[in-house]
């Protein structure tokens, strides 16, 4: 779980770094020094290119470990659904509300309990609800971080002693970054990175055997998005 936390912190810290490394380079881009400069003066590259109310589609593919107590379960799969949010945009800066629903195709299995059971799990739909701050180094190119909560749905199987089936959802909490490119007026691409540390949940199968497992996972996906 803390190597994919500090992945994460690394991972922003890094967006974070670049992009102001590249205010000097594009702060004749933002009319800092000339008031008659590109930003502000058209629609796309203005100071206000990323605000207000947006919708998307995204897809992507991620993996899932789950550890067990004794023994752990690794997956993999695709994702995809929609996101949207809105967001404030100040010169440069940006800020604002996400949120997305997917469904998911996220299968592994695994030996636990020292070999006596084999878990095979599947998350079936997630959705999390994340803030956004953001740096535009280039009118048109947003870079951002984001943080906030998860949830999941899944499907666990046991086989062996006390094994069986149950669904169950998981909550935790999600970081990440990526960006955004506006590439015309109204729509632009976006990729993104997302690190989730879902807590701990314990699960009762109808054999009777009590699993406890706690998962975390690494999310990388595209979006298109359309603002209103």
Known sequence: MRTGFYRAIAFSAALGIFAMAS????????????????????AMGSDSTFEGWWLGATIGGSTVSYSTSPGSVDSDGFIGGVIGGFSWQHGPFVIGLEGDYMGADIEGG??????????????????????RLGYTITPNLLLFGTLGGAWAGADVYMSGPGGGFRETSFTGWSAGGGAEYAFQ????????????????????????????????????????????
């Open 23 to 42: 205010v000097p380079a594009s702060a004749q881009d933002y009319g800092l020094y000339d008031s008659t400069s590109y930003y502000g003066s058209s």
């Open 185 to 228: 007026k109204d729509w632009s691409l976006r990729l993104d990175y997302q690190f989730t540390d879902f807590g701990e949940e314990s699960v009762k199968f109808q054999g009777g055997n009590k699993q406890t497992f706690d998962p975390d996972s690494n999310s990388f996906r595209g979006s298109v998005i359309y603002r209103f």
């Open 110 to 131: 695994g030996s636990i309990n020292n070999g006596a059971n084999k878990a095979k799990i599947g998350f079936d739909n997630l959705a999390d609800l994340r803030m």
